[in-house]
């Protein structure tokens, strides 16, 4: 079982360094492993694009619960947004933000079971 959870590991990981070198880039991830794993992921200073894209994938394929915030504007002039719910694994949200003020998102995610859990906040085109 743990050669089957490193070889996964192993997979996924190679997967998020070779899907950030692709168009859309990766902006931030985070991941976890182990029985109901919680993964953060906040990305910041990343210009001002009108939308991003939250992406939670598996391993095994699961259910998982999902969010997003993001924070937008200047010191004092701060708006907020986010969303949230359930779904199967992989899956992707589009954020819509407002492309007029620099914004941070953070994306979490947890596994309904066990398992190998990867959360990227990534540019959307």
Do not use: E
Not at 1 to 21: E, G, P
Not at 35 to 51: E, I, Y
């Amino acid at each position: 079982m743990r050669a089957t959870v490193a070889a996964s590991v192993l997979v996924l990981t190679l997967t998020a360094i070779a899907a950030a070198a692709a168009p859309g880039g990766l902006l931030a991830h985070g991941s976890a492993v182990g029985m109901h794993a919680h993964a953060l992921a906040v990305a910041h200073d990343f210009g001002t694009p009108k939308h991003v894209t939250m992406t939670v994938k598996a391993n095994p394929p699961q259910r998982v619960a999902w969010s997003w915030v993001d924070l937008c504007g200047a010191p004092g002039l701060i708006g907020r947004g986010g969303d949230g719910g359930t779904g199967r694994t992989p899956l992707a949200v589009r954020v819509t933000l407002d492309p007029a003020r620099p914004c941070r998102v953070t994306a979490l995610a947890t596994l309904s079971g066990k398992g190998y859990l990867l959360v990227q906040v990534r540019r959307s085109s």
